[in-house]
């Protein structure tokens, strides 16, 4: 593997930025790096995700891997001490917003795959440059995987160079309050539906939740509120709506996140509607990304041969990973957690490192990320 252009590449990626459903440059560059590299088969599709497809010399197993190349914005007012969009290599770092969340790991596969000896291979390796990631888990993965129908999936995110089988999850969920309008001047003739989503919020902070070992516990944190009308003048609100940002842990389900809301005593005289939120997204294709914003937990076997051989794979690379969780949500929540694919998770950086100000990744990392790909890729389809 060429160090030097694994580099760059990922500085090229750096440079160019690719807000969700702003990606079509960046996957430019993911196509002419595919093709230039000697993949086999190289296609957008409908969503302008970019795939491309390397083939063993004989038939066996589809490994897919994926990263998502969207990013999050520069938050205003965020003081950057490095050029987010420069891409400079400082005392063995690499700098720029999307370095570690993750175009370095997208590149690292890239190159990885280039790799592979292919007289070697038995069945295909697929690498997936996945668009919309930030803004809706799994989306546009889901539409990657009826493509090529993988039998098994490594997500690149940050691992920290550990192998990850499992995760929690995410759901956001609306509740809604329902009053009486009335005029502010005279309150008693109608119902505060603010006052009401007071109560709930109260109550809901008493809902007792679980914790899991690896995965952390769950969380129900309010993350937003408005009242209708809004802004209200003169007027006593209608109707309050308040966001939760729910992390799941295995096995539950959209009934059970609902029903330990739903079923609070305190909230038995109060009129409301507690629904999971719809996602609703248009990719730069101008496709749309549809689907209900419920990502389940997942976990994967340790004793499963997938995970047996790409840890052989690691290790055969000169890393020494431990097994681990990722706290966060992220595209295994549909590719395990809902098509049930076999699915792990190893990337270079931490989970600390995504999202930040000066953002950056080590290029220690980033070789020894593409080559524990490189030997977790030789490893599982031999
Ligand atoms: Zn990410």
Redesign the pocket.
């Known amino acids: 593997m060429n160090r030097q252009a694994l580099i760059n590449f990922t500085q090229r990626l750096v440079r160019q930025p690719s807000l969700s459903g702003e990606e079509a440059a960046v996957i430019q560059i993911v196509i002419n790096e595919m093709q230039a590299l000697g993949f086999d088969t190289v296609w957008v599709d409908e969503n302008g995700s970019a795939i491309g497809i390397l083939a063993g010399a004989r038939p066996g197993k589809t490994l897919l891997f994926d990263a ?1 190349c969207d990013t999050v914005g520069i938050a205003p007012g965020s003081i950057w001490t490095r050029d987010p969009f420069g891409g400079e290599i400082i005392d063995g770092n690499l700098y720029g917003r999307g370095s570690a ?2 175009k370095g790991a997208l590149a690292s596969m890239i190159h990885a795959a280039a790799s592979v000896d292919k007289s070697k291979l038995l069945g295909r390796i697929v690498v997936s440059a996945s668009v919309m ?2 803004v809706f888990e799994g989306g546009a993965l889901k539409t990657v995987m009826d493509q090529i129908n993988p039998d098994y999936v490594v997500i690149g ?1 940050s691992s920290d160079l550990n192998l990850v089988h499992g995760g929690r999850g995410r759901a956001e969920i609306h509740l809604e309050t329902i009053g009486k309008p009335s005029h502010s001047s005279s309150p008693h003739l109608g119902v505060n539906a603010v006052h009401l989503m007071m109560k709930v919020i109260e109550a809901v902070d008493q809902i007792k939740l679980s914790a899991h070992p690896r995965l952390g516990p769950a969380i129900l944190a309010l993350t937003d509120i408005i009242s209708e009308p809004y802004p209200g003048y003169s007027v006593i609100p209608s109707r309050c709506k308040a966001t939760y940002d729910r992390r799941l842990l295995l096995d539950e389900t959209i009934g059970d996140v609902l029903g330990a809301i739903t079923s609070l005593p305190e909230l038995k005289s109060i009129p409301l509607n507690t629904i999971i939120a719809q996602g609703e997204h248009q990719t730069y294709t101008g496709a749309p990304l549809r689907g209900t914003k419920f990502f389940p937990a997942w976990e994967l076997d340790p004793k499963h041969p997938f995970v047996e051989s790409a840890l052989r794979g690691l290790r055969t690379s000169g890393i020494d990973p431990q097994l681990s969780a990722y706290r966060f949500c ?1 595209n295994a929540a549909y590719s395990i957690g809902i098509a049930g694919i076999p699915t792990i998770g190893f990337g270079p950086g931490t989970e600390a490192d ?1 999202h930040i100000v000066d953002e950056h990744l080590s290029l220690e990392a980033l070789e020894k990320a593409a080559h524990g790909y490189q030997r977790m890729m030789e490893a599982v389809l031999s």
């Open positions: 998502h969340d993750m990631e930030e995110e992220t995504a």
